[in-house]
Structure formats: structure tokens, C-alpha cells
């Protein structure tokens, strides 16, 4: 009775221990990513039960990743020089975004990119098995950066999250007609300016902390 107790405590610890190597056979269809920006961790789920747990390197300040709900579009082995082994590419509307290997192994665990998720090689070969164009992946944080920390200052030729959501209020304020994709360009610039004149703030066209207040996005 020995052998048949040890298997099954074996076995029990292989389900319950994230930090074990994952099967990517098991339930493919049903895996998520979750990205946690303030433990600097990516975490792979099955059926919405943690399986295994990564070390990643994220955005720097002044180039942050992006924060909300995105999937996976396309995926290549040896995509590029600097990009590692495996390339997982996100559908962010604003550029070109995705979760990769790296040349660069002592930056994992900072803040160090341009906004893509780098991974140990080792790493994002074993998470490459497990994701297919349409996989979820979900970014924690806020899309104007770290709470208590002041919002970046926007100006042409930024892109992000929080350039698409001054969009947004710059269109529901009925000074922006285009295209809400968080590029900062020059539509965006002159509906700032004109929403900057039409409310008596520093008409520079460049997103400080005062068109934020105004806006209604800082308090």
C-alpha cells in the first residue's frame, strides 16, 4: 500500500504547486493570462485555476505597458533580433505590443522595456506552447500609471492607454473627431489646444497635469 499512498501524493503536488512545469496538453482551449505590474509576474491559468507563475519584465515610466483586456494575434519562433526566442503578439491599438523572449536576462523582474512583456527565453518557449491566436490576456494597473504617482505628460507622437482615454474625453467634450487608437498625433494636438483655449488653460497642446484635472481624470 505503500506505492499507491506516494503516487498519489505526487500527484496531488504536480496539481497543486504552480511553480511546476506546465502541461500545456491540459485544457488549452480555456487558458488566460494575467499580468500583475506591481509583482512584476505573469500568471497562466487553466479553467480560471493558477498553473504556473513567470518572472517578466515590464514597461519603464516613461514607456509603461498597456492596462486593460487584450488577445493574442499572432505568435512566430526567432520573430527578431532583441525579441528572444518566442514572440506573442497583442492586439494594442496604439503599436506593436507583445510578450517575448529577451538578450537581455538581468532586466527581468524591473521595469525596463518599451512597453512589452519580457520573459526569460526558457520561459516563453513554455508559454508559447500554451497560447493561440485568440488567447486572453488581461493587465492589471491603472491606465494613468501607478496610484499616488503623477500622470505622464502627453505631447505628439506619444502613444498609450492614457493618450486613448484623453481622446475619449477630448471627444465626449466635442473637440476630437478622429479615431480614439491612443496615438497622440496631430488631430489630437490641435483638439487639446482648442479644448486648452476654449477653457483658459496654457494653450501648448501637450497634456500636464492641469488639462488632467480639467479633463476629470486627477483630482
Same mark, same amino acid.
Given at each position: 500500500?505503500?506505492?499507491?499512498?506516494?503516487?498519489?501524493?505526487?500527484?496531488?503536488?504536480?496539481?497543486?504547486?504552480?511553480?511546476?512545469?506546465?502541461?500545456?496538453?491540459? $485544457?488549452?482551449?480555456?487558458?488566460?493570462?494575467?499580468?500583475?505590474?506591481?509583482?512584476?509576474?505573469?500568471?497562466?491559468?487553466?479553467?480560471?485555476?493558477?498553473?504556473?507563475?513567470?518572472?517578466?519584465?515590464?514597461?519603464?515610466?516613461?514607456?509603461?505597458?498597456?492596462?486593460?483586456?487584450?488577445?493574442? %494575434?499572432?505568435?512566430?519562433?526567432?520573430?527578431?533580433?532583441?525579441?528572444?526566442?518566442?514572440?506573442?503578439?497583442?492586439? /494594442?491599438?496604439?503599436?506593436?505590443?507583445?510578450?517575448?523572449?529577451?538578450?537581455?536576462?538581468?532586466?527581468?523582474? &524591473? $521595469?525596463?522595456? &518599451?512597453?512589452?512583456?519580457?520573459?526569460? $527565453?526558457?520561459? /516563453?518557449?513554455?508559454?508559447?506552447e500554451f497560447v493561440r491566436v485568440g488567447t486572453k490576456i488581461s493587465f492589471r494597473g491603472h491606465v494613468l500609471g501607478k496610484l499616488g504617482a $503623477?500622470?505622464?505628460?502627453?505631447?505628439?507622437?506619444?502613444?498609450?492607454?492614457? /493618450?486613448?482615454?484623453?481622446?475619449?474625453?477630448?471627444?465626449?467634450?466635442?473637440?476630437?473627431?478622429?479615431?480614439?487608437?491612443?496615438?497622440?498625433?496631430?488631430?489630437?494636438? %490641435?483638439?487639446?489646444?482648442?479644448?486648452?483655449?476654449?477653457?483658459?488653460?496654457?494653450?501648448?497642446?501637450?497634456?500636464?497635469?492641469?488639462?488632467?484635472?480639467?479633463?476629470?481624470?486627477?483630482?
Amino acid at each position: 500500500m505503500f506505492m499507491p499512498k506516494m503516487l498519489l501524493i505526487i500527484h496531488l503536488f504536480i496539481i497543486l504547486n504552480p511553480n511546476t512545469t506546465a502541461n500545456p496538453s491540459q $485544457n488549452q482551449e480555456k487558458i488566460s493570462i494575467m499580468v500583475d505590474p506591481l509583482k512584476n509576474q505573469l500568471f497562466l491559468y487553466s479553467n480560471n485555476q493558477l498553473i504556473k507563475k513567470y518572472p517578466i519584465a515590464l514597461g519603464k515610466p516613461e514607456t509603461p505597458s498597456p492596462v486593460g483586456e487584450y488577445v493574442v %494575434i499572432n505568435k512566430y519562433k526567432n520573430w527578431g533580433k532583441g525579441f528572444g526566442t518566442r514572440w506573442i503578439g497583442l492586439n /494594442v491599438p496604439w503599436g506593436t505590443y507583445g510578450i517575448h523572449g529577451t538578450n537581455r536576462p538581468y532586466s527581468i523582474g &524591473h $521595469n525596463a522595456s &518599451h512597453g512589452c512583456i519580457r520573459m526569460h $527565453n526558457h520561459d /516563453v518557449e513554455e508559454l508559447y506552447e500554451f497560447v493561440r491566436v485568440g488567447t486572453k490576456i488581461s493587465f492589471r494597473g491603472h491606465v494613468l500609471g501607478k496610484l499616488g504617482a $503623477n500622470p505622464r505628460r502627453l505631447a505628439k507622437g506619444d502613444s498609450g492607454g492614457d /493618450v486613448q482615454i484623453i481622446q475619449y474625453r477630448l471627444r465626449s467634450a466635442g473637440f476630437y473627431n478622429g479615431e480614439c487608437n491612443g496615438k497622440f498625433n496631430s488631430s489630437t494636438e %490641435i483638439a487639446l489646444k482648442d479644448y486648452e483655449k476654449k477653457h483658459g488653460l496654457p494653450v501648448d497642446g501637450v497634456a500636464g497635469f492641469h488639462d488632467y484635472i480639467h479633463l476629470g481624470l486627477v483630482e
